[in-house]
C-alpha cells in the first residue's frame, strides 16, 4: 500500500492537535460573549453543511475552519454557562482531553481480556460512585450509555426476578404468564415509559401513583395500587421511585416507598439520575433520601458530574441479577478467567462498549471528592439566592420547592392576577401564554437558553443550574434579562398573549 493511503503522520496529528486545542481555548475564554443559541431556519442550516463526500482529501485547515464557521454556530451550547434548560451536562476540561485520549486508545472493554485495565479501572470508578451515592460499594454495576437505558437495563433484571418461569428462555408470554406492571409517580421520567414499550410490558401496564403537593410519590396510593392489581390478577414488576425528578427536582419518599415494596416482595429501582450524586453536597447534608433501599439504582455523571457525555452509572445490590438476565457467551467470545475478572458484557445487552471509565477517572482524580462537593454546593448556593430574588419580587413565583439547584419560575404579573375583568381560567391562560412568550422570547435572544414544564399552577420556566463555569453574575444576568423580556412582554403582548380584550 503507497504510504500516502495510511494514517496521519503522528506528527501531523500533534500539529492539528495543538491547533485544535487553541481553538477550544479561545471558545471557553470568549464563551460568554457567544450566543448560547441561535435560532436558525432548518432549511438554511441544512444547506450551509450540505455536499457530497469529497472524492480526495481535503486539507485539514479547510475542515476545521468550516467545523467552526458552519457548524458550531449552529449548536446549542450546552457548555455555556447560561445554559439553564433540562439538566445541564457540563463537560469540565479534564474530561474533554480525557476524550480525547480515550479515542486514541479506542479501547473496547467488553470482556476483562480485550482489556484488563479498562474494565479493573471501571470497576474501581463504580465503587467511588457508588459510595458518592451512598449505595453498597459491592453491589454489581457497569457504567452505560444514559439513563434512559440504564432504567431499561434494570427493569429487565426486575422482569426476570418478577417471574418465576425462565423468561430468557421462554419469552414473557404463553399460556398462564400475568400480566406484569410497573408502578411509578405521574412525575416520572418518559424513560419508565419506554422501557414497558421495550420490555413487551406496554404502557398501559405503566401505572402512574398520583404525587402529593410537592410533587412526591404518595407511598399510600402506591400500595392502595399494588393491592388492588394483585387482587386483580397482576404480577408487580417493579417500582421506579425518582430522586429528582425531570419537572420539578422533586424526590420520592424512598423510605416509604421501600417499606412498600418489601410488603409485597416487590422490586425497587431508583432513577436518581439528576438527583443522586447532589449526595456528595455539604450543603444538603442530611437532607436527601437514601439511595440504598433501592434494589438497582441509576445516578447520571454526564449529568451532575462535569464529566462529557456519555456516562451513566447503573448499580443493583441484588447479586448476580444483572448477569442472570444478560449473560450470554457465544464461542467466539468465550475467554480465559485467570483469576478474579469480571466481562462487563455479561451485564448489559451491549457488546461493543467504549472506555468510559477514564473520563470519569480524570475528573473525580483532577478535582478530588471536596472539589466536585463545593462545585455542587456552589450551584446549590446560586439556585438558593435566585429562588430569593424570584420571592421577593412581586410579579414572579416559585411554584415548586427543590432541595437540587432547579428553579420553577413563573410570571405571574398583577396586571393579569389581580384584574377583576377576568375568569380565573382567562388568567391562568393568559399567564401561560406569556410564560411561553418569555421562554422563546428568552431563547431566541441568545442570553441564556431555558426550558419549561407544565405544573398544577400552570406553565413554567426551569432554570436548571449546574454548568461548572457559571458564577454568580451569569444568574444575575439571566435573572435580570427574563424580568425586561416580562415586563417587555406584559407591555406590548405579542402572538396570543394579547390578553387586554377580556374573553
Ligand atoms: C436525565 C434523566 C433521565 C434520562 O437520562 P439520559 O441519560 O438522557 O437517558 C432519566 N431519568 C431522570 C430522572 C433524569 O433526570
Given at each position: 500500500m503507497p504510504e500516502e493511503f495510511g494514517d496521519w503522520d503522528p506528527e501531523i496529528f500533534e500539529k492539528h492537535g495543538r491547533e485544535v486545542i487553541s481553538q477550544i481555548r479561545g471558545h471557553f475564554e470568549k464563551i460568554r460573549d457567544v450566543p448560547v443559541a441561535v435560532p436558525r431556519d432548518p432549511a438554511e442550516l441544512k444547506s450551509a453543511v450540505a455536499a457530497d463526500p469529497p472524492e480526495t482529501g481535503e486539507l485539514f485547515e479547510r475542515v476545521l475552519a468550516d467545523t467552526w464557521e458552519k457548524v458550531v454556530p449552529g449548536l446549542v451550547q450546552w457548555n455555556h454557562p447560561s445554559f439553564h434548560a433540562y439538566f445541564p451536562t457540563s463537560a469540565s476540561l479534564p474530561g474533554v482531553l480525557a476524550e480525547t485520549l480515550t479515542a486514541a486508545l479506542n479501547v473496547n472493554s467488553m470482556l476483562w481480556q480485550t482489556s484488563p485495565a479498562a474494565t479493573a479501572l471501571e470497576l474501581v470508578v463504580l465503587r467511588w460512585l457508588a459510595a458518592m451515592a451512598g449505595y453498597p460499594q459491592d453491589a454489581d454495576g457497569l457504567l452505560v450509555t444514559g439513563a434512559s437505558l440504564a432504567n431499561l437495563y434494570a427493569l429487565a433484571a426486575a422482569r426476570d426476578h418478577a417471574l418465576d418461569f425462565d423468561v430468557r428462555e421462554r419469552g414473557t408470554g404463553g399460556p398462564g404468564a400475568p400480566t406484569l406492571r410497573i408502578y411509578t409517580s405521574d412525575q416520572a421520567h418518559s424513560s419508565v415509559d419506554k422501557a414497558a414499550i421495550t420490555l413487551g410490558t406496554g404502557l398501559a401496564n405503566v401505572v402512574r401513583v398520583p404525587s402529593d403537593e410537592q410533587y412526591r410519590m404518595r407511598p399510600d396510593l402506591l400500595d392502595e395500587a399494588i393491592r388492588r392489581d394483585l387482587a386483580a390478577g397482576f404480577r408487580p414488576l417493579a417500582v421506579v421511585a425518582t430522586v429528582g425528578t425531570t419537572a420539578v427536582g422533586a424526590a420520592d419518599p424512598l423510605e416509604r416507598v421501600a417499606e412498600v415494596c418489601a410488603g409485597h416482595g416487590v422490586w425497587l429501582h431508583v432513577d436518581a439520575a439528576y438527583g443522586g450524586l447532589y449526595r456528595l453536597a455539604p450543603s444538603l447534608a442530611g437532607t436527601l433520601e437514601d439511595l440504598s433501599v433501592g434494589d438497582s439504582v441509576v445516578v447520571n455523571p454526564q449529568k451532575t458530574l462535569f464529566v462529557p457525555l456519555d456516562s451513566t452509572a447503573l448499580f443493583c445490590r441484588r447479586p448476580g441479577a444483572l448477569a442472570r438476565t444478560f449473560r450470554l457467551v457465544p464461542e467466539y467470545l468465550t475467554s480465559a478467567h485467570d483469576g478474579d475478572t469480571t466481562d462487563l458484557m455479561d451485564l448489559s445487552?451491549?457488546?461493543?462498549?467504549?472506555?468510559?471509565?477514564?473520563?470519569?477517572?480524570?475528573?473525580?482524580?483532577?478535582?478530588?471528592?471536596?472539589?466536585?462537593?463545593?462545585?455542587?454546593?456552589?450551584?446549590?448556593?446560586?439556585?438558593?439566592?435566585?429562588?430569593?430574588?424570584?420571592?421577593?419580587?412581586?410579579?414572579?413565583?416559585?411554584?415548586?420547592?427543590?432541595?437540587?439547584?432547579?428553579?420553577?419560575?413563573?410570571?405571574?404579573?398583577?396586571?393579569?392576577?389581580?384584574?377583576?375583568?377576568?375568569?380565573?381560567?382567562?388568567?391562568?391562560?393568559?399567564?401561560?401564554?406569556?410564560?411561553?412568550?418569555?421562554?422563546?422570547?428568552?431563547?431566541?435572544?441568545?442570553?441564556?437558553?431555558?426550558?419549561?414544564?407544565?405544573?398544577?399552577?400552570?406553565?413554567v420556566l426551569r432554570l436548571s443550574i449546574g454548568n461548572i463555569r457559571t458564577v454568580g453574575e451569569d444568574v444575575e444576568r439571566v435573572w435580570r434579562e427574563l424580568d425586561r423580556i416580562a415586563a417587555a412582554e406584559l407591555a406590548e403582548p405579542t402572538g396570543t398573549t394579547a390578553w387586554t380584550d377580556p374573553a
Open positions: 445487552p451491549q457488546l461493543g462498549r467504549g472506555f468510559r471509565a477514564l473520563k470519569v477517572w480524570w475528573v473525580i482524580r483532577t478535582f478530588g471528592r471536596a472539589g466536585l462537593a463545593a462545585r455542587l454546593d456552589a450551584s446549590v448556593a446560586l439556585a438558593r439566592r435566585l429562588r430569593e430574588r424570584v420571592d421577593r419580587h412581586p410579579d414572579w413565583t416559585c411554584p415548586a420547592p427543590s432541595a437540587y439547584p432547579l428553579v420553577c419560575l413563573r410570571y405571574t404579573p398583577e396586571a393579569v392576577t389581580a384584574d377583576p375583568r377576568l375568569s380565573e381560567g382567562r388568567k391562568r391562560e393568559i399567564t401561560d401564554a406569556l410564560n411561553a412568550r418569555i421562554l422563546r422570547r428568552v431563547n431566541a435572544s441568545g442570553t441564556a437558553f431555558l426550558s419549561h414544564a407544565v405544573l398544577r399552577d400552570g406553565y
